[in-house]
Structures are given as C-alpha cells and as structure tokens.
C-alpha cells in the first residue's frame, strides 16, 4: 500500500489524473469519505491512497505505519494474520479486510494511547 497526500484541494484533480496516467486505476472513495483509491496491476498489485494531508484517514494511517515499526512483534503478527486471512479467502476481498479490522482498530488504540 502507498499513501499519498495532498494539501490543497486543487492538486486532488491533478494528482488523480496524474496517478492515472501512471497506470493505476482510479476506484473512487470506495466507501471511504476523502480518500480516493487506486489499484494496479492484474492480479492487483498495487494500493495507493490518496487522502487531505492531517485528515484522519491520513493520521490513522501514519499512526499504524509509525506502531506497527516501532513494535517489531506486533508487525510480525499483523503480517501473520494477513498471510492466513489471504489463504483463508484467496476470492473474497470483503472478508479479508473484515478480518483484519480487530486488529487494525486495536493497534490505532494503542497508538493513540
């Protein structure tokens, strides 16, 4: 995953486009208000995130980059679950991301605590 940011709201229409002519399939906010995401490669290969630089999408997400390399166990555990999450669902994104969810709200606890 790549996180992109942005700082004024003018950029965002640029930066889509810009993204785009890179190669990466703009998807929208996907249900997620003001972050736009970006997927490349088949099979997908490549999540990019663009999101308003000290929004709470961008500040949740740097606070778990920051734990998860700070907390080298806890890292390690995060890529377990994945790895069994991606062998448990190899076909369905939804219950693979529903089953990261815990885990993830727990790390932005400890994070922010």
Known sequence: DILAGWTDGEQRPAL????????YLYRGEQGIPGR???RRGEPRQYHLHLAE???????????FRDYLRAHADVAAAYGLLKQSLAER?????????????????DVLARASG
């Open 16 to 23: 889509i486009d810009a993204f785009q002519r890179a190669g």
């Open 36 to 38: 736009d995401f970006f």
């Open 53 to 63: 630089v000290d929004s709470r999408f961008w500040s949740d997400h740097r606070a």
């Open 89 to 105: 669902h190899p076909t369905d994104r939804g219950a693979y991301i529903d089953g990261k969810t815990a885990f993830v709200l």
